[in-house]
């Protein structure tokens, strides 16, 4: 009798240490769960957006393949350019197949919101339409806003372009400052689908002078031995960066972590010296 009892007392003292035991383990998985959720992506859980690409094995990059040096199309009739070789990076790290597809840049969004692209990565500056229609990235370059002249022009200042036929590319956020400029109402704007077709009207004499991108008017002048010259004086500086569909936080905060150790790992800073120099990128 004392023996069936104490067999049963210590059956008891086992079964309730297995159950605190079981009940400890919960609790720190538990917290474990929910620490690893506080760390995650901010994407909701429905957001497929990066799962999507996964599955596909394609990430599809929009953009206007005339912005140099930013993309563009090449002698070889290639797409290449600095955001070019960043994408391509950062889909190496992904694991998936990096698809340029070029775009008019006056309707980027709709393609964008029609599926058949997944980003614009093209030096896209940021601004508070851009902001309110589109998921951007951090920025990851600065820019200006400035007016090129040919070399041999009399224009040397702002002031100078009052009366004047000035080029510039539609759809763009340099339309829109020139447009909410002190100057917008004593120009002649002749609004064009590039940069580079601004240019060439330039080169011709139809437009006096273009409003555009500081990267987009040094890049010409230096590596492409255009005979142009940047006025002193600009409007505005901006910044580039990434366009993604408003819902699709997923894949936004996937390709921000790449670029992050990018930056670190130094990547960045070499893809930008390829292109210009140093690294003039604004990564954290």
């Not at 601004?198 to 005979?227: C, H, P, R, W």
């Not at 894949?251 to 670190?264: A, F, S």
């Amino acid at each position: 009798m004392k023996k069936s009892f104490f067999s049963r007392f210590i059956t008891a003292v086992v079964a309730a240490s297995m159950l605190t035991f079981a009940a400890g383990c919960g609790s720190e998985k538990d917290s474990g769960s929910k620490a690893n959720s506080e760390n995650s992506s901010s994407a909701p859980a429905d957001d497929q957006s990066l799962q999507k690409v996964l599955d596909s094995g394609k990430f599809v990059l929009g953009l206007d393949a005339t912005f140099k040096p930013m993309g563009y199309t090449d002698d070889n009739d290639e797409i290449v350019g600095f955001d070019i070789d960043v994408a391509q990076e950062v889909c190496n790290r992904m694991g998936v197949e990096l698809v340029k597809e070029g775009i008019n840049w006056d309707t980027k969004e709709e393609d964008l919101n029609a599926g058949r692209i997944d980003c614009i990565w093209n030096g896209m500056s940021v601004d508070p339409g851009r902001a309110e229609a589109m998921n951007l990235s951090d920025p990851y370059m600065s820019n200006s806003m400035v007016f090129v002249v040919p070399a041999d022009s009399d224009i040397t200042s702002m002031d100078q372009l009052k009366g004047k036929s000035i080029g510039v590319q539609n759809g763009s956020t340099a339309q829109t400052i020139l447009n909410e400029s002190e100057i917008g109402s004593e120009i002649t704007e002749q609004a064009m689908a590039t940069n580079i077709e601004a240019l060439q009207q330039m080169e011709l004499d139809i437009v006096d002078a273009v409003f555009l991108d500081s990267v987009v008017a040094n890049y010409e002048i230096t590596s492409s031995g255009k005979d142009y010259k940047v006025l002193p004086d600009g409007l505005e500086k901006e910044e580039y960066a990434i366009g993604f569909r408003k819902n699709d936080q997923a894949l936004r905060d996937e390709v921000q972590k790449y670029l992050h150790e990018m930056k670190e790992d130094g990547t960045l800073g070499e893809i930008s010296t390829k292109w210009f120099g140093s690294d003039i990128t604004t990564v954290k």
